[in-house]
């Protein structure tokens, strides 16, 4: 009978590490299983491999736009033929907007962005997929960071001009004219309106 302190334990304890696997080609595994079949191997062993040779291949696919080194893996053909169209419609749209501006896009070439398999074994596949993907978020962090900086400025830059409106709101109220009251309701609409946007912004 375990105790409950062994029992915590086991409960909480990490998973075994992955056992190890090997990849090799499928010419190089079905030689291995004939070469089992003919030294009398255990039955189990050789129905073991059998059945992993019976098993769907695993088809991984990429993108591939002409040119030396324009291969980029996907996580599936879905994502392949989504990321494939992308390509195409983001050079379509350059395309037009130069058209737009009167600019000669006679010697443009089309952007091309197929679909393939993926030239890569499964782990290489996946750990590239890993690092672009890596990146990307890398990329938006800096992205967030700056945006974050900027609006931080853009806010201290509208405190002080609503800070500014309202001094100029009291000056005015202050003169007592129908001229200043009528700029005092004006200073304390932008005020207003600044504060408005403050709010919204550090929500």
Request: aromatic residues 4%; negative net charge; hydrophobic residues 40%.
């Amino acid at each position: 009978m375990l105790t409950i302190e062994q029992q915590i334990a086991i409960l909480t304890a990490p998973s075994a590490p992955a056992i190890e696997v090997v990849t090799l080609p499928r010419a190089l595994a079905e030689q291995g299983l004939k070469a089992l079949e003919q030294t009398g191997a255990s039955a189990s062993d050789i129905l073991e491999l059998r059945g992993i040779l019976a098993e769907p291949a695993l088809q991984l696919w990429a993108i591939h736009s002409p040119g030396p080194g324009e291969e980029y893996p996907c996580m599936d053909r879905e994502d392949a033929e989504r990321r494939a169209k992308e390509i195409r419609d983001c050079g379509d749209q350059m395309k037009a907007e130069r058209i737009a501006r009167g600019e000669s896009v006679e010697m443009w070439t089309d952007w091309i962005s197929n679909v393939i398999p993926s030239p890569w074994k499964p782990a290489e596949h996946f750990e590239i997929l890993a690092q672009e993907w890596m990146d990307d978020a890398d990329h938006l962090r800096q992205h967030a960071l700056k945006l974050t900086s900027e609006r931080d400025e853009l806010l201290v830059d509208l405190r002080e001009a609503a800070a500014t409106l309202r001094r100029y709101e009291r000056l005015h109220r202050d003169k007592g004219t129908d001229e200043s009251t009528a700029k005092a309701e004006v200073n304390a609409g932008l005020a207003a309106r600044f504060e408005q946007t403050i709010a919204k912004a550090t929500q």
